[in-house]
C-alpha cells in the first residue's frame, strides 16, 4: 500500500521547538530521514510564522520565558533564508523524498500582508491556523481560554492566568 504525503510537520524552523540553535536543531533532516524510513513520498515543511503576539499563559511563561514580556508572548519572526536552506540540504540528502516548503501562518484573519516577512507566494503550502481567541480586549491561546471561567487581563500576574 502506498503511503500517503504528510502535509503538516514541524522543524526546528518553528519558534515553539526552541529554534535552530537549540536542541531541536536538526529535526527537519531526522524528519526527512525517518519519512524515508517508512515509506512516505513526500511531505511539508509549514513551521510556524506568528506575526502577532498574545496574553502568555502559565504554560507560556514556563516553556518560553524568553518571549515573554510585559505579559505577552511576543513569537520571534520565522528564520525564512535558514529555514529555506535547511529544505534545500534536506533534497539534496534525500532526492527521494519530495519536500514542500511552507509555513503554518497563526491567525491569518488578523495579519494581513506579512510579505515584509516572508513572501507566501514562493512557498509551496499556506496553512493557516487558529490558535488565539478573544479575550477581552486582548487575544490568548485557545487551550488557555477553555482551562479559565475568569479570562485573565494584562494586569492579571502571568502566574495566575490559565492556572
Ligand atoms: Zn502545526
Known amino acids: 500500500m502506498a503511503m500517503p504525503s ?4 514541524h522543524s ?15 529535526t527537519m533532516a531526522r524528519t526527512c530521514a525517518r519519512a524515508v524510513e517508512i515509506g512516505l ?11 502577532e503576539g498574545w496574553l ?3 504554560e507560556d511563561a ?9 505579559g ?6 520565522l528564520e525564512i533564508d535558514g529555514y529555506l ?21 497563526g491567525q491569518p484573519h488578523l495579519v494581513g500582508d506579512v510579505a515584509g516577512t516572508v513572501d507566501l507566494r514562493t512557498l509551496d503550502r499556506v496553512v493557516g491556523s487558529l490558535h488565539t481567541l478573544p479575550v477581552g480586549e486582548e ?9 479559565t471561567t475568569t479570562p485573565p487581563t494584562s494586569s492579571t500576574p502571568i502566574s495566575r492566568r490559565w492556572s
Open 6 to 9: 504528510d502535509s503538516h510537520v
Open 12 to 26: 526546528e524552523w518553528s519558534w515553539d521547538t526552541g529554534g535552530p540553535r537549540s536542541a531541536a536543531a536538526g
Open 41 to 51: 513520498p513526500a511531505l511539508a515543511v509549514t513551521d510556524h510564522l506568528d506575526v
Open 56 to 58: 502568555a499563559g502559565a
Open 62 to 70: 514556563r516553556r518560553f520565558p524568553a518571549l515573554v514580556h510585559d
Open 72 to 77: 505577552r508572548l511576543r513569537p520571534p519572526p
Open 85 to 105: 536552506a535547511a529544505v534545500d540540504r534536506c533534497r539534496a540528502a534525500y532526492p527521494q523524498l519530495r519536500v514542500l516548503t511552507g509555513v503554518e501562518l
Open 139 to 147: 487575544r490568548a491561546e485557545r487551550g488557555g481560554c477553555t482551562r
